[in-house]
Antibody, heavy 118, light 112 residues
Framework: QVQLQESGPGLVKPSETLSLTCTVS????????WSWIRQPPGKGLEWIGY???????NYNPSLKSRVTISIDTSKNQFSLKLRSVTTADTAVYYC????????????WGQGTLVTVSS | DIVMTQTPLSSPVTLGRPASISCRSS???????????LSWLQQRPGQPPRLLIY???NRFSGVPDRFSGSGAGTDFTLKISRVEAEDVAIYYC?????????FGQGTKLEIK
């Protein structure tokens, strides 16, 4: 059974870059879409973007100018960078897996809270 | 972006009774490949979301058969035939037909 685990700093200063890594275990990183989704405290879910194992990406237009998602298949990891953060970027960040034939998110990490504060 | 609107936002239900949540999309979720990529997720307190239903009505592995999904086009429904205590959660619909994928606001299921 695949497991996903987010890692990275829990506190980021305004205007700096948020960087998170997701490690995938119990399965191959190939043949799926790997996604980042976030949830501000007490609020709903927002799709950030995804990367295919081949390296193709698709980002939410609302964040596209600030987001980069990359993948390292040799380490079974994919990463998120969100530049020029503000307090509005404070959220629980989830890494997740999407199966292309269902376009559904069928595996989630536990999530990591990232707070943007000086 | 496709806007997903759920009703109700809060649903108090009695244990053992049925519950129903509606989700409406701002445009048809029928993909050019003929599939409709509408899924339902459950988020229990303090937990990440969990996939319940995909492509309108397909239960994901391990999901109890008291959960069912239906609908077409722009209108979809999640039904729980007999609510159990463990079903207390927030339920989200999600469309995977068009990028960016978008979620409903969530419906909080509570026990009366």
């Amino acid at each position: 059974q695949v497991q996903l685990q987010e890692s990275g700093p829990g506190l980021v200063k305004p205007s700096e870059t948020l960087s998170l890594t997701c490690t995938v275990s119990g399965g191959s990183i190939s043949s799926y879409y790997w996604s980042w989704i976030r949830q501000p405290p007490g609020k709903g879910l927002e799709w950030i973007g995804y990367i295919f194992y081949s390296g193709n990406t698709n980002y939410n237009p609302s964040l596209k100018s600030r987001v980069t998602i990359s993948i390292d298949t040799s380490k079974n990891q994919f990463s998120l960078k969100l530049r020029s953060v503000t307090t509005a970027d404070t959220a629980v960040y989830y890494c997740a897996r999407v199966r292309s034939i269902t376009a559904a998110v069928d595996a989630w990490g536990q999530g990591t809270l990232v707070t943007v504060s000086s | 972006d496709i806007v997903m609107t759920q009703t109700p936002l809060s649903s108090p239900v009695t244990l053992g009774r049925p519950a129903s949540i509606s989700c409406r999309s701002s445009q048809s979720l029928v993909h050019s490949d003929g599939n409709t990529y509408l899924s339902w997720l459950q988020q229990r307190p303090g937990q990440p979301p969990r996939l319940l239903i995909y492509k309108i009505s397909n239960r994901f592995s391990g999901v109890p058969d008291r959960f069912s999904g239906s609908g077409a086009g722009t209108d979809f429904t999640l039904k729980i035939s007999r609510v159990e205590a463990e079903d207390v959660a927030i339920y989200y619909c999600m469309q995977g037909t068009q990028f960016p994928h978008t979620f409903g606001q969530g419906t909080k299921l509570e026990i009366k």
